[in-house]
């Protein structure tokens, strides 16, 4: 991902108008900048305003109001002629609302853009904004409106501190209209939502009511509230519809007692490919869920509770590593409803406390997962129930219900003591799963790889390398024919081909084997990182089986 960049900007579709820290008059051009509240004022639907580097304070109750469909751009350098160049971190554009006030406030049926800016210092108390006249925003407030952030730091933005309110968004809130917000490649870090003792804090970075999608961006440090009342640390998300999308995203050191990172209320949306660390409470807290797909994220910390509907729950391919008491996934329903809850390839560790809980009136399927190091593995309570297959148990004090198909051995994990939780070659995981409906591991690589698909969430892929010369840089095995890989890889490998040229016998590199590999090409032979340099196969000729080529330069074989 691209946090900041370096880049010469062409016409957004509209007039170009200019700000600057000193601007003055109305002219908004770029060899006479305007002040900032003037380029915002004077710009109509679809022009783009560019603001010079430096810090920006406001009157009132916002430094900027936006009310129109319009791009706004920081980190330009102010150049008074010549390509318009922008960089986030060498010219930072700063939007200061000097804890007095909001940084940006944006209303209506619109869809505006804000790149590239630092928003910090924002104070929504008294404003209101959100529901039931709650204060909502301190960094931006959006309101009916489908803004698209990107690229800005967010940083320590306050949303309520007034004793006996509800504090929505510290960093952002965002009630988006019919079309979904996007807010990607942000960084929000040390925004609170409610500092007050007695206020409830929803969402310390960010709040959103509405569809949106929110990919990779960074959710550090925020909190919700520091005491009791909390929810949502990093991500807090209110009647979520099919159209939200997290995916991509890291949270870290989050601050919510229901949610560290995220807390769902009545939603139905997709978290998937995120990392999240260290953040308090559950890390991902889903109250009256109305079928949410959690997939692909990888956990260290505090695990999910779940309070789920008649719609399931879909708990596929994560990897989560808790070291607190409570349970791993706590799946629980209302007394007014049965709820049910699937979960799929994942592998849970625990070194402290439980695996799989399953609570009032649920109804749990448990396929293909590894549990360890639990006190209990799965339970069940309060008249729970669970259906269990194909699970792998490894160390647990007690592995509770084990179901049908169970198998016992050691996942042997590639690195568990720093994180890396991979299966190896020689695990029990391995080709020992139930086929499912979900193809693909926490990674995205298919499975099966091998003769049956693998427990838990990592499909096992062996890796071997080539490299013209056969030197690899000391990773093994290495050869130096491509013809050599084919041979001797085990099915289903990833062959990572150094740059450079391969070449066999009359009619090129023949593949003529029942097996499936994947080959990665344009790699460094030092480090086998990605590079600009091509790896070139002089002529392939598949007879049997199956390839996947990707970054391969193919030429028809000359002898």
């Known amino acids: 991902m691209c946090w900041f960049c370096l880049i010469n900007l062409s016409d957004a579709g509209g007039a170009e108008l200019f700000a600057a820290p000193a601007g ?15 380029a915002v004022l004077l710009a109509k639907e679809k022009d783009t305003v560019y603001v010079a580097q430096g810090t920006y304070q406001g009157t009132g109750a916002a430094v900027v109001s936006i009310d129109k469909t319009i791009t706004v751009y920081g980190g330009w350098d102010g150049a008074p002629t010549g390509p318009i160049v922008r ?10 609302g000097e804890n007095a006030r909001r940084v940006i406030y944006i209303s209506g049926s619109i869809s505006p853009a804000i790149d590239g800016f630092t928003i ?20 931006i407030c959006s309101l009916d409106a489908s803004p698209t952030l990107r690229n800005n730091i967010i940083t320590n933005n306050l949303a309520s501190a007034v004793e006996d309110k509800l504090g929505w968004g510290g960093g952002a809130y965002i009630k988006a209209a019919s079309a979904p917000a996007l807010i990607t490649l942000n960084e929000f870090r040390a925004n609170t939502a409610m500092s007050g003792e007695k206020g409830q804090g929803n969402g310390g970075g960010l709040s959103l009511w509405g569809p949106a999608s929110v990919l990779d961006n960074l959710f550090f440090d925020n ?31 989050n601050l919510g007692l229901y949610g560290g990172a995220i807390y769902l209320y009545r939603s139905k949306v997709t978290v998937r490919s995120n990392s999240m660390k260290n953040n308090s409470g559950s890390t991902i807290q889903a109250w009256y869920d109305f079928g949410s797909l959690i997939e692909k994220n990888v956990i260290y910390g505090p695990g999910l509770y779940l309070q789920v509907s008649q719609v399931a729950t879909k708990i596929h391919n994560n990897i989560i590593v808790s070291d607190n008491t409570s349970a791993v996934i706590d799946a629980h329903s209302d007394s007014s409803f049965d709820g049910y809850v699937e979960l799929i390839h994942n592998t849970l560790v625990s070194k402290a406390g439980k695996g799989v809980a399953v609570g009032k009136r649920t109804q749990a399927t448990l396929l293909n997962n590894i549990l360890t190091g639990h006190s209990v593995g799965i339970e069940t309570l309060d008249g729970g129930s669970v259906q269990v297959d194909h699970s792998l148990f490894w160390q647990n004090t007690d592995d509770g219900i084990r179901g049908t198909n169970p198998v016992d051995g050691d996942p042997c994990f590639v690195d568990s003591t720093n994180g890396d939780y991979h299966i190896g070659g020689l695990s029990w995981a391995k080709d020992a799963a139930a086929s499912s409906a979900v193809m693909v591991d926490f990674e995205g690589e298919e499975r099966p790889a091998g003769a049956g698909p693998d427990i838990g969430a990592d499909e096992y892929h062996p890796i071997v390398y080539i490299e013209p010369s056969g030197n690899c840089g000391g990773k093994d095995p290495c050869y130096s024919l491509l013809s050599e890989a084919f041979v001797n890889a085990e099915d289903g490998a990833v062959i990572m081909a150094a ?3 391969y070449g066999g016998g009359a009619g090129g590199v023949v593949f003529d084997r029942n097996a499936s590999f ?5 790699l460094d032979p030092a480090d086998f990182s990605q590079t600009s340099s091509p790896t070139v196969l002089n002529g392939l000729d598949i007879r049997r089986g199956r390839l996947v080529l990707q970054n391969i330069h193919l030429r028809t074989f000359q002898p």
Request: proline residues 4%; aromatic residues 8%.
């Open 120 to 139: 910090r210092a924002g104070n929504a108390s008294g404003l209101g904004g959100g529901p039931n006249g709650a204060d909502a925003g301190g960094g």
């Open 518 to 522: 994947s080959v990665l090409g344009g």
């Open 499 to 501: 740059s450079g040229n």
């Open 223 to 253: 909190t919700a509230k520091a005491s009791y009342w909390s929810l949502g640390g990093g991500l807090h998300v209110f009647y979520g519809e099919d159209q939200v999308l997290i995916s991509g995203n890291q949270f870290e050191g």
């Open 24 to 38: 003055s008059g109305s002219m908004c051009a770029q060899a006479q900048p305007c002040s900032l509240s003037d």
């Open 87 to 96: 960089n986030r971190v060498s010219y930072p554009s700063i939007l200061d």
